[in-house]
């Protein structure tokens, strides 16, 4: 490291010239400039006239030596300005011998650009008047006095190494509220101080001190912004007292880091810094820290965190006159009276990217043994090392000493007895802890509740942040950004495209020359025309279209069209082998051709006869909800499917890649979870959920240099992300690194808290359990609010078909029927959404036209009417990010937050706590912890439907039917829904069908088709009416299952079932449908044996319905 040289150097300070100067006597006064600085005059200018203009050339310099080992130091030079006082020279009068002078004002000169590693540097300062000075009585619009000044080394102060290595100490401190009543403005002077110390250069401590604050009433709230003032007494001109640029501008309580921010403290603060008594000091200390010192500063607020800042007040004592004066010692230290401490929290100036904390903080009487528990601190700034404090605290007295580490007699005595104390029952001595009552002045401050405000502010931070554009940097390194995908203007679709277009083409033109050669004779005749006279016009077409030279027009025209579907369709760019690979080829191409030209003659001139063939679309969130249906009864191989068929459809949404990574989380395929994570980062790398899960991945599989990157990111591109910043703690605790584990939680707290307070300022405060609105969320990953996929999920996808044409009849025929249930089941009434045409199943009878009429779309209003069970109890930044775990499955990741969640201040075990617990044991298939923990959240929220929704879950789960069946339905017994309503429905109507009440079960299925329509749904309203042989609803019913879902092995058994029942009941045969209904039951291999036997059974009754020869029917 580069060593400053221990030489002093001088630093110059030149006045240059004087702008707008005025004076006591005329407008021409003669002045001249007196520069001083630290207590000592550099030197007088020489006296000039001032211009009438206003004008002053003083080109006057002066200086003082630098010395770093001794004198003035890089201290000295941070919170001490230099001070240009401005005198005017009164002319004499007669029979007087001295010159008269008068002070018009002071100019202050920052030093601070030299510790910023300047050599040199040049400022136009105000020249604050006097008071009296005519310079106070400038009119409005008048330009203020000033002062050009420059300030130049010989070479910079600091080095390199100290410049980079260094850093600036700020310390403000504007005032101490809420004081003890005993603070009276009324008899003897009192001085009131504050002082810390930190670390400087070497082992030694630099104190920071701030006197002479001033006691005020209270009454009204001091302005803000004020400004800043120097820790300096004695300045001639009030106005010299500010800081140039430097203002107290406050701020909202919550954004402090103090100990009052919460809302809680709002009223007292108000009341505090409105109406009580309070102690005003605005004052400003800088302290410059060497390399050496910084790391010392970040080593000791490591170990300590805590760091103590004294309060006391001490009388103001006029100087004694003559040398006999003494001031007895007993009674200089008798003087510190109400000797306070505040434990100002270091440790946020090592979070990263902090440089500044600013807050209210807590008095308490300073006690040594406290002190030293809290803070490490072995020595009180004022008592024991602060003697010559009280001795210099005389009127007038402005020098900031030195204090040398003298410990006092009395501090030396009790620490010698305190080892001696031992308890009455043990040979162990125990440490000497003294009352409260042994500073019973400083017990008024917690009486009181007496506060300071102070704010700690570095030029650099101790701890550097990564830039947004390094983590970006780094992020795309990881995952490269997956680039758009171009479109083609070729392909094989567009080259058959294209074929078409000629086809047509050629058409109409051979048409127009049909046309121009018969049209007349074909108009005689109108459609009377045989066979030989068309044949004989084909032949004259032809012979006209050679001779023209029209066909082999068109054979051209074709050509480019035929050429490219070779190469775009059949890929064929190369020569062939031999001739007999030629002739299968152009055989197998001229198929194709003729077959697309019959294709374009067709759209060209279609045949009335032929009927439009409809196409049964499946949406993209219907899929969802389908792969949901088949995670919870653990079909993961179909879920697996509809997951993949939604990837190949938009393979650029990022939702569907997300919602297939947390499924392979849930079958614990964590590389392709992570895949799938990385997928969807690399479709937009500023995704927030993207990056999470990414995060937590890397987490998982022990990345934990990535981990950090992508949790940092996510912070850095959504501040106020509240899982985000909960995730980097918890990967900051994995990594013990306490300090920035703090941190984190701190940012999560206080970004939730804002969003909570801006909630109930809106009066929109609803808190809601997150995966509680899954039925009317098409997708999750818009926000961190979202769906739960853990042992229930639920989804409302669009409607299909026919379904709420067909529910509304249903409704309409239900609504006549009594409940027999113990609870009420209450219906959902239904918008009239967009309708649009879909057919019904082509093996089944043709539907009435009313009932073509399908509604594409579950209306967002109905869905958003339902209303949803809210949590009474305000979410922490663990439950939030537990939902946020759940909704992924990344259980490994949830037990760690949970037990956070059950240490948390504002959180604990709660209903939802349990829940959760109860969520991950049924996935593990552990009933019996599942079960305790079920209790316990029933014990806590007895009427949350969640409780018992999941408690049905649980018996459905272990076979006990019968309570699952009275916990689903006191579930949708509840004015609020439960999270998971469409699974309810779902087990709750398999189990109605299981004992044979089919009437509560067509209720329940309808519920299911109402609110999330799916194959499942209807295929369970089939089956209720068809046991209550209603066979054209359950054909309806089937119908609609059959179109979301064909490979349901189930829904074409009940298919067979109905067609074969139609003979039974309306005398009219269905075979070819049963046959085709039961072949695709054998095919997908039903399972139900019992249903097998029974569809046996009616076919050997109707006598038809298999067609294999083995069976007698056949």
Known sequence: MEQVPSTGRPVQITVIDGYDLKGFKGDTPVTFIRAEFNNVILGDSAKITVSPEGTAKYNFTSSFEFNPEGGITLDDLA??????????????????????????????????????????????????????????????????????????????????????????????????????????????????????????????????????????????????????????????????????????????????????????????????ECMKKRIIWDLESRCYLDPHAVISFQKRIADCRFWPVEITRVPLITAPKGKAAKIDKNEDENQLSFHGVTYVNMVPLLYPGVKRIRGAFHVYPYLDSTVYEKTKCLFSLFRDTGHNLIQNNKIGGIISPQPKPIISKNLKEDKMQAPSIKSQSSDTPLEAEPSLYHNPEGQQYLEAGTYLVLEIQLDKALVPKRMPEELARRVKEMVPPRPPLTRRTGGAQKAVSDYHMQIKSISRAILDEYYRMFGKHVAKLGYELDSETLEEQKCQLNYELNCSGKYFAFKEQLKHAVVKIVREKYLKTTPFENQEELQTFISELYVFLVDQMHVALNQAMPDDVQGAISKIYTSSEQLRLFAFEAEVNENFDMAAVYYEERLVREPQNLDHWLDYGAFCLLTEDNIKAQECFRKALSLNQNHINSLLLCGVMAVLMENYEQAEIFFETATCLEPINVVAWTLLGLYYEIQNNDIRMEMAFHEAFKQLQARLMKQKSAGTVDYFEEGVKMESSSGPWGNTNGSSVTAVKGEAPTGTGAALCILDEFLEESSKLKSESREPISMVQSQDPNSSQKPSNMFLKEMPARKEASKCEVSSALLNSIPYYVSQTPPTIFMETIRFLMKVNAIQYVHRVLAHELLCPHGGPSCEYYLVLAQIHLLKKDFAKAEEYLQQAAQMDYLNPNVWGLKGHFYFLSGNHSEARECYERTISFVADASEMHFIFLRLGLIYLQEKEYTKAKKTYLQACKRSPSCLTWLGLGISCYRLEELTEAEDALSEANALNNHNAEVWAYLALVCLKVLLFFQAGRQLEAEQAYKYTVKLKLKDEALLAEIHMVQETVGFGNPSFCHPSS
């Open 79 to 272: 919170h001490k300005p230099v001070f240009l006082t401005m005198t005017e020279v009164l002319p004499k009068e007669k029979k007087q011998k001295d010159e008269k002078t008068l002070v018009l004002g002071q100019a202050v000169v920052d030093l601070l650009p030299l510790l910023e590693g300047q050599s040199s540097f040049e400022t136009t300062v105000l020249l604050h008047p006097v008071p009296g000075s005519p310079l106070e009585t400038l009119r409005p619009g008048v330009k203020q006095c000033s002062l050009e000044v420059k300030v130049s080394v010989s070479e910079p102060l600091l080095t390199t190494a100290q410049v980079l290595g260094g850093n600036l100490l700020k310390v403000t401190l504007e005032a101490a509220y809420s004081v003890p009543e005993s603070f009276i403005p009324l008899g003897p002077l009192q001085n009131y101080m504050v002082g810390l110390q930190v670390p400087s250069v070497g082992e030694k401590d630099y104190p920071m001190l701030f006197r002479n604050g001033t006691l005020k009433l209270g009454g009204e709230r001091e302005p803000v912004p004020r400004p800043k003032k120097w820790p300096i007494a004695n300045i001639l001109a009030p106005g010299a007292n500010n800081i140039p640029d430097a203002f107290i501008v406050g701020g909202p309580y919550e954004e402090e880091e103090g100990e009052l921010n919460r809302p809680e403290d709002r009223e007292f603060r108000n009341q505090a």
